[in-house]
Structure formats: structure tokens, C-alpha cells
């Protein structure tokens, strides 16, 4: 798959659902804890391991995103450098999308999910667009 498949799968998904949606992003970062063993740094040094922190949130219509390298990009000018974006869908109801309201508390239940490790049911992509699994 290319890059771009698992966000075009996300995308073609939002569009098919029968209200509208906006798509939820928070971008995260790692960090290395104060009391990390000297095998956990060198993970964390060759670019695995460590604790995901929360670096910018973000909603957008689906018909605003076509390609997941211009996210990165948007990305790249507005937050700091990050390694996996968390990706969910919010549905509205009947015609109407989600609310601002309702847009403000899913991502900032999307903002605690990942400050605590509860990674289920958002999609996880690295940077080039793979997909990110946790152990």
C-alpha cells in the first residue's frame, strides 16, 4: 500500500457515512521519562519507545483532505515536529455535522486518551502515512 492508502480508506469511510463528519487529529510526540533504563534510551535514540505527549490538535471537514502528505505539510507549520498522528471520525446527526461543541470535547477526549495509553479505535500513522502499532 502507499502511503496514502490507510488515509483514503479514512477518508472514502467519512464520505459513505449517511450524516457528516469531521475527521479528529492529534498529533504526538515522544519523550523519554526522567527514569528510563539505559535500554529504554537507546530505543528511544533509534527512534522507538517512549512516552506519547500531545503536541496540537486539529478537526477538518473530509472534503478539505485529499492527500495525507498535504496534512503532514499543514502540520509541519503549525505544530512542532511529531511522530504519529491519531486519527478518529465524529459523526453527526441527520444532515447536520457535530457541533463545535461536540468537535471540542472529542478531541480533547482524543488529547487524554493518548496522554493515558487508551489507544483504541483511532487510526495511528507515522509521519510518511503507515500505519503506527502499540504494543
Same mark, same amino acid.
Given at each position: 500500500?502507499?502511503?496514502?492508502?490507510?488515509?483514503? +480508506?479514512?477518508?472514502?469511510?467519512?464520505?459513505?457515512?449517511?450524516?457528516?463528519?469531521?475527521?479528529?487529529?492529534?498529533?504526538?510526540?515522544?519523550?523519554?521519562?526522567? #527514569?528510563?533504563?539505559?535500554?529504554?534510551?537507546?530505543?528511544?535514540?533509534?527512534?522507538?519507545?517512549?512516552?506519547? +505527549?500531545?503536541?496540537?490538535?486539529?478537526?477538518?471537514?473530509?472534503?478539505?483532505?485529499? +492527500?495525507?502528505?498535504?496534512?503532514?505539510?499543514?502540520?509541519?507549520?503549525?505544530?512542532?515536529?511529531?511522530?504519529?498522528?491519531?486519527?478518529?471520525?465524529?459523526?453527526?446527526?441527520?444532515? +447536520?455535522?457535530?457541533? #463545535?461543541?461536540?468537535?471540542?470535547?472529542?478531541?480533547?477526549?482524543?488529547?487524554?486518551?493518548?496522554?493515558?495509553?487508551?489507544?483504541?479505535?483511532?487510526?495511528?500513522?507515522?509521519?510518511?502515512?503507515?500505519?503506527?502499532?502499540?504494543?
Amino acid at each position: 500500500m502507499n502511503s496514502n492508502s490507510h488515509f483514503h +480508506q479514512l477518508l472514502q469511510a467519512a464520505a459513505a457515512q449517511p450524516s457528516p463528519q469531521r475527521l479528529l487529529f492529534v498529533f504526538a510526540g515522544a519523550e523519554l521519562p526522567d #527514569d528510563a533504563t539505559a535500554a529504554q534510551r537507546a530505543r528511544f535514540e533509534a527512534g522507538e519507545g517512549g512516552a506519547l +505527549q500531545p503536541l496540537a490538535c486539529v478537526d477538518k471537514h473530509p472534503e478539505e483532505l485529499s +492527500q495525507f502528505e498535504a496534512l503532514v505539510e499543514e502540520s509541519r507549520a503549525t505544530c512542532p515536529p511529531w511522530r504519529v498522528v491519531f486519527i478518529a471520525a465524529l459523526g453527526g446527526t441527520g444532515n +447536520q455535522g457535530p457541533s #463545535d461543541g461536540q468537535v471540542d470535547a472529542g478531541l480533547g477526549s482524543m488529547v487524554e486518551s493518548v496522554r493515558v495509553g487508551r489507544l483504541q479505535g483511532m487510526l495511528a500513522l507515522d509521519p510518511h502515512g503507515n500505519p503506527v502499532s502499540f504494543e
